[in-house]
């Protein structure tokens, strides 16, 4: 089965009895699964956006049978004939062997050039084996050698083994004159010695019916074209075949079908198997001198000679002979016998079989079911022919698969066998000191419980890193644990030590089918691994394949750096082709991004190696390789150039499936690559690379407006004109001596590009003008070109704008790295004659509050302004500009100046002074308008003013307090008598603490306790709490619950204030607590209503003060009055008027004041008190 397929152990033990393993053994590369490994994609080609030097519409194709898997492999080659690519094919042979084989195709022969088949499986052999070549899948791995000529492998090469054929793999190292040189089987054993095979058979009249034994052993023999002997038993023991009785397979098969039952009533097991070990395996009966012994027993019930068995069976041992036991439990379920007599049973039978008793012991549930057993038994019998001991269902390197892929250093060939110990796989290593075949634990994890290595596939892929510390291995396991993984060991004499392991994060994704290690800077140290896990699955479900970057520390640790990811594949199919407008033909979907990757010998001529990584179903099975650029011990995250498949997607296929670029092919001195498919391969030329360097100057490089050019006249008004001189230096990047014929550039020149509309225009000979010139001119070393244009306004600077390039795609590509376009700006001046501007800046501001030590202001309604003053003595200052900052408890209104603008940013206003410059002598004069902000309770105003040119700030600094709120009652005002909503209750009182921390200090937790009157001596609501508060305010939101559904009535009791002094000692207060955050700066905010009603009974007016304390260390005030009082009604006649002060004379009536003092502290010891003053 190929690796590429799930795969279960029953899978791996499925063997044929005629040498046809490889039918359901783990082939890498049969043509069904290969399809299902590598190219089960659907992709829609997105658009080439970007483009580099490769060129992908020129180059040679080399076509060969897309059935062939013509171009699975490439390799670029020279020798001294010429220059050559390389192709694997491996299933050439097609329909009668496909073993596969390598073609040579020569480059620079025109187009459609005649590749030649190499014929290396004719060449390839193993002496001293029974080789089987078909199938062999040569040219599957295809890799260059440093000591010249290359390396091909054939990982399904096998051999015989008896009646057994295993897969092993072969390798042949091919000279540079393309002559076979030798061949490499590492994982080849020594066959076991055959096998003689006695079945000794219950006979006894409890076996029934007669003819399924019949049907089995026919089952079983027609496959072997051995020795077979047939003994059977029931009281007495009859020899029924011999081993070399008969010549040919339907001879023996002749006989058996008509074997007769032995009968009898009892079952004399020991007896049978005895008499077998004693006459079967004699030479009279046609036993082989040195053949490995074989006895398999078949009965259906407990022996009658069970105290001889202990003794029968040590002699089996000591005699050399394996035991299969097969226990038939027909009799027991047709007689119902107990669970106990059953166990009884099959434990004598487990004790009969050889150790491990797990793969020599069979149970089947009646004589019909001898038939379900036949491929799992041959299996582990004629696993004994190639492996050594009683290992019957465990294979070690007899499947290994070895060359399923390759690596070749000076060191020697790293070659992945993927099928050892059981498709755990491992690495060999051939050098021509020897071989090291790792054991199967090596790769394994002691302490891993799971079995997740367990198929894992280790040496999927192989390759080796170079550092200053000596050789780092890498191989990948892509199937263990589902998800994949990659193991970094060292070599030392054969001994393997394992120094990482990076793991995949997606089951099925096929992390570590692909590695490649890339010396970026060529300085002979690996720089960086990159991991392909083609199967990674995208978005929508399809497996668009992603790629790993590891970087080589100095440690000599991969640390992952970047994840390259393919572009988007839309997936339209017919069932999914909503609002596609291309519907794909070829499914599944995706693009198995990382199915190849390569190091590519500095595409680009910058010093450093390049990546390729191949997408082989993209767009719809056409496939597409990305290309990255190397930089600083890395690649670049952004791909540089994506090369779409030029075929057709039915002859040719998969571009994209293997990739190559080592060497010049057409000896222009720059590197070419070559990519190959299903059904063909191209090579493409790579461009020479070129620098096109830009400069542009001015003359005068600055413009003086106070002396414009009395030749420059635009819109019959004299002006500047300005002479731009625009070059360009040209060179390309190979290193082979050619004749540098120079290309076409071509460039735009545009004024003022950041406006819509220009306030320049470059000037013609025929006296037009426009804002944009577009040159075109060819170039060899060098180029300058010029250009006038005048200045249509001189507000700020003109900026000039360069694009440039290449005129053709047809020479040289430019520099990714190099500018494609420049920006500069000539200045303004106007500085006189010497052409120095030499400000001299005065700045003065001045705010209009008087000189007090506390400004007293009334929130909401205070503004102020500031007035600055702004001088230039010298010469003109440009652009000059004053700043103002400020503190959050302002807020910016206006600028006092209609020729002025300013603009805010939070807590900053800029303005502009002399746009676009200040002259000479000139004083300027504006206000800027504040208020205040009642938002931010701070103790100080704080203004700072700065100007441009100018290094001495003016800062303001303005200590104020908050003037009390009034609230005014007119004298007869009436209330009404239900209350239907908080905003009727009275006016409403806003009050705000406001804590602010040294950002130098650590302080603890705070808590703020807030006290306030609630309850007047008559017990009239004095403050209703409305509003909610970020505080643990429980039910004092509202209390009453005043709203449309739930009225309150008032019936409010006459104030006499008898008592002037109101405290929360002897009154009812209310309070609340809050907790103070961990910032500079936090702020409380409580409202609440005046209860009218309470103070309409108030004969006169009344002043209620609220003093609110912030306690720490020491104790400071800040004092907030909320002064309630009656106003008298206005339009009273002149006598109520007079007989109302007749009646104050009388009365002597006092004006009431009422003064409440707010305590609010963080301890709980300090109270809120009222006081009140008539």
């Excluded at 054939?154 to 061949?183: A, D, E, K, R």
């Excluded at 032995?262 to 004693?278: P, S």
């Excluded at 003109?798 to 000539?826: Q, R, W, Y």
């Excluded at 501001?845 to 007035?867: D, G, Q, R, T």
Aim: glycine residues 8%; proline residues 5%.
């Amino acid at each position: 089965m190929s690796p590429w397929n799930a795969k279960t152990p029953s899978h791996q033990n499925r063997l044929k009895f005629q040498a046809v393993f490889s039918n359901s053994s783990s082939l890498k590369w049969h043509y069904h699964h290969f399809h299902n490994l590598i190219f089960s994609f659907l992709a829609v080609l997105l658009p080439c956006v970007l483009s580099f030097n490769v060129d992908d519409k020129n180059g040679e194709t080399f076509n060969g049978p897309l059935e062939d898997m013509f171009g699975y492999s490439v390799q670029q080659f020279e020798n001294s004939e010429g220059k050559w690519v390389l192709i694997g094919s491996p299933l050439a042979g097609q329909p009668a062997k496909r073993t596969g084989d390598v073609y040579k195709c020569p480059v620079g022969q025109g187009p459609n050039p005649t590749c030649i088949k190499l014929e290396l499986p004719e060449n390839t052999t193993i002496p001293n084996l029974h080789e089987v070549k078909e199938n062999m899948t040569m040219g599957t791995t295809l890799v260059t050698n440093p000591q010249g000529g290359f390396l091909a492998c054939g990982p399904q090469y096998g051999y015989m083994c008896g009646q057994q054929t295993y897969i092993s793999g072969v390798c042949t190292n091919v000279s540079s004159t393309f002559q076979v040189l030798n061949s490499i089987a590492p994982a080849v054993q020594e066959c076991a010695k055959e096998l003689d095979i006695v079945m000794v058979l219950d006979g006894s009249n409890s076996i029934w019916p007669w003819t399924s034994i019949i049907e089995f052993l026919v089952k079983f023999l027609k496959n072997i074209e051995i020795g077979v002997g047939i003994v059977s038993y029931g009281e007495e023991v009859t020899h029924n075949v011999n081993l070399s009785q008969f010549d040919t397979t339907q001879s023996l098969l002749a006989k058996v079908a008509k074997l007769p039952q032995q009968t009898g009533f009892k079952t004399m097991t020991a007896l049978g198997i005895d008499t077998a070990r004693k006459e079967a395996f004699t030479v009279e009966r046609g036993a082989r001198p040195g053949v490995k012994k074989v006895m398999i027993i078949v009965t259906d019930g407990e022996s009658h000679d069970f105290f001889n068995l202990d003794e029968v069976i040590k002699e089996c041992e000591e005699d050399d002979i394996e035991r299969f036991g097969i226990a038939v439990l027909g009799d027991y379920n047709r007689n119902n016998r107990s669970i106990k007599e059953v166990k009884k049973f099959i434990e004598e039978i487990q004790s009969i079989s050889s150790d491990p008793v797990g793969d020599h012991f069979f149970n089947v549930s009646d004589e019909f079911a001898l038939l379900n057993i036949v491929d799992a038994l041959g299996s582990r019998i004629f696993a004994l022919e190639a492996t050594s001991g009683n290992y019957t269902s465990s294979f070690e390197m007899e499947m290994s698969q070895a060359g399923f892929s390759a690596h070749t250093s000076k060191e020697g060939v790293m070659l992945g066998a993927v099928g050892a110990y059981e498709w755990n796989g491992t690495v060999v290593m051939h050098t021509n000191q020897g071989t090291v075949v790792p054991l199967n634990a090596d790769f394994q994890d002691p302490l891993d419980e799971r079995k997740e290595s367990l198929a894992g596939y280790v040496g999927y892929a192989v390759q080796a890193a170079s550092t200053p510390n000596g050789v780092l291995y890498i191989t990948g396991a892509p199937r263990y644990n589902h998800t994949g993984r990659v193991i970094v060991y060292k070599l030392d004499g054969g001994v393997i030590t394992v120094t990482q392991v990076l793991k995949g994060d997606q089951i099925g994704s096929y992390f570590g089918s692909v590695l490649q290690t890339v010396d970026v800077d060529q300085d002979s140290y690996t720089d960086i691994l990159l991991v392909g896990a083609p199967m990674f699955m995208g978005p929508e479900r399809e497996e668009q394949g992603q790629v790993y970057v590891y970087k080589l520390n100095e440690k000599g640790l991969f640390e992952h750096q970047t994840t390259l990811k393919p572009d988007n594949q839309t997936c339209c199919t017919s069932a999914h082709s909503h609002g596609c407008t291309i519907v794909n033909t070829n499914g599944p979907c995706g693009a198995r991004f990382g199915t190849a990757i390569a190091e590519v010998s500095d595409l680009d001529l910058d010093g450093n190696r390049d990546v390729a990584i191949g997408a082989p179903l993209e767009n719809d099975h056409k496939g597409a390789v990305y290309v990255y650029h190397g930089a600083k011990k890395t690649i670049k995250e952004k791909y540089v150039q994506r090369i779409p498949g030029p075929g057709d997607g039915v002859k040719t296929k998969f571009f994209g499936q293997s990739i190559h670029g080592v060497m010049d092919l057409n000896g222009d001195g720059i590197i070419d690559i070559t990519i190959g498919g299903l059904g063909g391969a191209s090579l493409f030329w790579s461009k020479d690379v070129a620098e096109l360097y830009a400069n542009m100057t001015f003359d005068p490089n600055k413009i003086n407006l106070q002396q414009p050019s009395e030749d420059c006249v635009l819109g019959e008004r004299a002006t500047v004109c300005v002479k731009t001189r625009v070059c360009f230096s040209y060179s390309v990047k190979s290193e082979k001596d050619h004749l540098n014929l120079g290309t076409a550039i071509k460039y735009n020149l545009t004024l003022d590009s950041l406006r819509a509309k220009s306030r320049a225009a470059f000037v013609n000979p025929d006296e037009k003008s426009e804002r944009k010139v577009q040159v075109t001119a060819n170039i060899i070393d060098a180029l300058c070109l010029e250009h006038s244009f005048a200045n249509l306004d001189f507000r700020d600077p003109i900026m000039v704008s360069l694009e440039f390039g290449l005129a053709e795609d047809t020479g040289p590509v430019l520099d990714g790295d190099l500018p494609t376009s420049l920006n500069k700006t000539i200045p303004l001046v106007d500085c006189g004659s010497d052409d120095k501007c030499i400000a001299d800046l005065s700045l003065k501001a001045v705010n209009n509050f008087p000189i007090l030590s506390s400004l007293v202001i009334k929130a909401n309604k205070e503004k102020f302004h500031v007035l600055i003053t702004i001088r230039n003595s010298q010469d003109n200052a440009y652009n000059t500009k004053v700043m103002l900052s400020f503190t959050e408890n302002i807020n910016y209104v206006k600028v006092k100046a209609n020729d002025k603008v300013c603009s805010l940013n939070n807590t900053k206003v800029e303005c502009a002074v002399g746009y676009p410059f200040l002259k000479s002598n000139v004083e300027e004069v504006f206000e800027i308008l504040f208020e205040v902000n009642p938002a931010h309770v701070w103790k100080e105003i704080q203004i700072n003013v700065t100007a441009t040119r100018y290094s001495k700030p003016w800062c303001s600094f303005i200590p104020f307090i908050y003037l009390e709120d009034h609230i005014i009652v007119k004298e007869g005002e009436h209330y009404p008598s239900v209350f239907n909503h908080t905003s009727v209750i009275g006016e409403e009182v806003k009050i705000i603490y406001t804590v602010k921390k040294d950002v130098d200090m650590e302080t603890p937790p705070l808590k703020l306790r807030v006290m306030y009157p609630y309850l007047s001596p008559r017990e009239n609501i004095l403050l209703y709490l409305t509003h909610d508060v970020r505080c643990h305010v429980r039910d004092l939101i509202n209390p009453l619950k005043i709203n449309n559904n739930n009225t309150h009535t008032i019936n409010p009791k006459k104030e006499t204030l008898s008592v002037f002094l109101v405290g929360c000692k002897d009154h009812p207060c209310k309070s609340f607590i809050c907790s103070i955050p961990h910032v500079n700066n936090s702020q409380v905010n409580v409202t609440f209503r005046v209860w009218k009603p309470t103070f309409i009974k108030v004969s006169t007016h009344l002043c209620v003060c609220f003093l609110s304390f912030a306690c720490f260390n020491t104790v400071v005030s800040i004092q907030v009055k909320i002064q309630v009082s009656k106003e008298a009604l206005g339009g009273i006649p002149l006598w109520i008027i007079i007989v109302s002060i007749l009646i104050g004379l009388l009365i002597l009536a006092l004006v009431i004041f009422a003064l409440w003092k707010v305590c609010v502290c963080s301890q709980p010891s300090v109270c809120l008190c009222l006081l009140g003053n008539l």
